[in-house]
Nanobody
Framework: QVQLVESGGGLVQPGGSLRLSCAAS????????MGWYRQAPGKQREWVAV???????NYADFVKDRFTISRDNAKNTVYLQMNSLKPEDTAVYYC?????????WGQGTQVTVSS
């Protein structure tokens, strides 16, 4: 069993920043890709960013140059640094880890961007 615990969400004003964390624990043999998704009210879940085990990153166009994904392999943790936040970034953010044979989702953390 692998557990993912997310943290760092909250309420922030437009233009502000937040840093999300997602820590994996349990029976982990190896973690491949780690990523972030988000789901706004009434919308489908959408991919935000991914980082491979070697550190290569890729981003959705709507967060490029604003968000940065990183990981600490020693801590089995993935981060999402979010800068220049916009109201349209409001959503529940979910981390996802690829364990090879299965993928695992975090429980989600709410990010609200509002003045």
């Amino acid at each position: 069993q692998v557990q993912l615990v997310e943290s760092g969400g909250g309420l922030v004003q437009p233009g502000g920043s937040l840093r999300l964390s997602c820590a994996a624990s349990g029976s982990i043999f190896r973690i491949y890709d780690m990523g972030w998704y988000r789901q706004a009210p009434g919308k489908q879940r959408e991919w935000v960013a991914v980082i491979t085990s070697s550190g290569s990153t890729n981003y959705a166009d709507f967060v490029k140059d604003r968000f940065t994904i990183s990981r600490d392999n020693a801590k089995n943790t993935v981060y999402l640094q979010m800068n220049s936040l916009k109201p349209e970034d409001t959503a529940v953010y979910y981390c996802h880890v690829n364990l090879g044979s299965v993928g695992q989702w975090g429980q989600g953390t709410q990010v609200t961007v509002s003045s």
